[in-house]
């Protein structure tokens, strides 16, 4: 098991921008697969983006694509999420969450996914 720490969540401005962090311990970080999803009040968990062990396949929601970019560092075992051009409708608590993939597929389902941080804040004001 790997525990995951958010941070980087905070208020912005329509049309700003915010870079989250997951900082992994306890586990062997260059294994995972690492994923971030997002949560909005009354709505259910929805996949963001996801990038694979070593980082050079990614995979995004097609409302992120364009704006977001998922990155990691093994060397100092975090993963990232930049967020550009951000809208009101991405207003929403921010998880990060990591799985071992054999088969080295992307997840997009959270059920896939069995490591999860406690989440941080974010929130566009228009």
């Known amino acids: 098991q790997v525990h995951l720490v958010e941070s980087g969540g905070g208020l912005v401005q329509a049309g700003g921008s915010l870079k989250l962090s997951c900082a992994a311990s306890?586990?062997?970080?260059?294994?995972?697969?690492m994923g971030w999803f997002r949560q909005a009040p009354g709505k259910e968990r929805e996949f963001v983006a996801a990038?694979?062990?070593?980082?050079?396949?990614?995979q995004y929601a097609g409302s992120v694509k364009g704006r977001f970019t998922i990155s990691r560092d093994n060397a100092e075992n975090t993963a990232y999420l930049q967020m550009n051009s951000l809208k009101p409708e991405d207003t929403a608590v921010y998880y990060c969450?990591?799985?071992?993939?054999?088969?080295?597929?992307?997840?997009?389902?959270?059920?896939?996914?069995?490591?999860w941080g406690q989440g941080t804040q974010v929130t566009v004001s228009s």
């Open positions: 990038i694979n062990e070593s980082g050079g396949r990614r």
């Open positions: 969450t990591a799985a071992v993939a054999f088969d080295h597929i992307l997840r997009v389902r959270s059920e896939e996914y069995d490591n």
């Open positions: 306890g586990g062997t970080f260059r294994r995972y697969i």
